[in-house]
């Protein structure tokens, strides 16, 4: 089966400009996480859809960054406007149906090969 | 709050070596899961190895078995018999009933010819 495909591999804008980043989770994951890595840093939650719907979004920095799902299938984040802090891989993963916020097993995430942001 | 660290920036193998890549982490909960995820250059991240709390057993996939030390909070990762594949970034990673990872920094492995 197909992983999860971002897009695109790398981005480099000027701080101001909009960047939209996108992830294709794998086909029947209604678990959709966005997730990002600040140089050197650890890689750090951001939100997660369960279909459609914004099961979580208590790590999105701040409203510059909207994630969307329509129909449930891929995603985006924009950035709108970019700063320099934004700078770092952000990182898409799926999970499939049930391994949700309830599930008691161990979640596995597939992850994508995370979209590079530069800022400049 | 739960803390993952991995003290380990970069690591070095001769390959057909064995290394050890350190992780500890933070926690009240009882159960909850380790992970540790592989990241080669510009590709996909994926699942290595993963550990149940409740299990007193190492987990172990092939060459890469885990060090698993619940009481002190330690979860390392062994790769035996190193491949010139292995290198990678290497992410240890914490997670409980939800779906909030909570990853270290990473450590970068080079695995030398």
Redesign the interface.
């Known amino acids: 089966e197909a992983?999860?495909t971002q897009f695109p591999?790398h981005s480099v804008i000027e701080k101001g400009q909009t960047v939209t980043l996108r992830c294709d989770p794998i086909s029947g994951h209604d678990?959709l996480?966005w997730?990002r890595?600040v140089m050197?840093?650890?890689?750090?939650?951001l939100l997660?859809f369960v279909k459609e719907s914004k099961q979580?979004e208590s790590?999105m920095p701040n409203n510059r960054f909207l994630a969307e799902r329509t129909g449930g299938t891929y995603s985006t984040l924009k950035v709108q406007p970019a700063e320099l802090e934004d700078s770092g891989v952000y990182?898409c993963a799926s999970?499939p149906p049930g391994?949700?916020?309830?599930?008691?097993g161990?979640?596995?995430?597939?992850?994508?090969?995370?979209s590079r942001l530069t800022v400049l | 709050a739960q803390t993952v660290t991995q003290s380990q920036p970069e690591m070095s193998v001769q390959e057909a070596e064995t290394v050890t890549l350190s992780c500890t982490y933070d926690t009240s909960e009882s159960d909850y899961y380790l992970f540790w995820y592989k990241q080669p250059p510009s590709r996909q991240m994926i699942l290595v190895i993963r550990q149940e709390a409740y299990k007193q057993q190492n987990a172990t996939e092939n060459r890469f078995s885990v060090n698993f030390q619940k009481a002190a909070k330690s979860f390392s990762l062994k790769i035996s018999d190193s491949q010139l594949g292995d290198a990678a970034m290497y992410f240890c990673a914490y997670g409980w009933g939800t779906y909030k990872y909570i990853f270290g920094t990473g450590t970068r492995l080079k695995v030398l010819a």
């Open positions: 992983g999860v591999s678990n996480y997730y890595r050197g840093k650890e890689i750090k939650f997660h979580d790590g990182f999970s391994q949700g916020q309830y599930y008691s161990a979640n596995v995430l597939t992850f994508g090969a995370g």
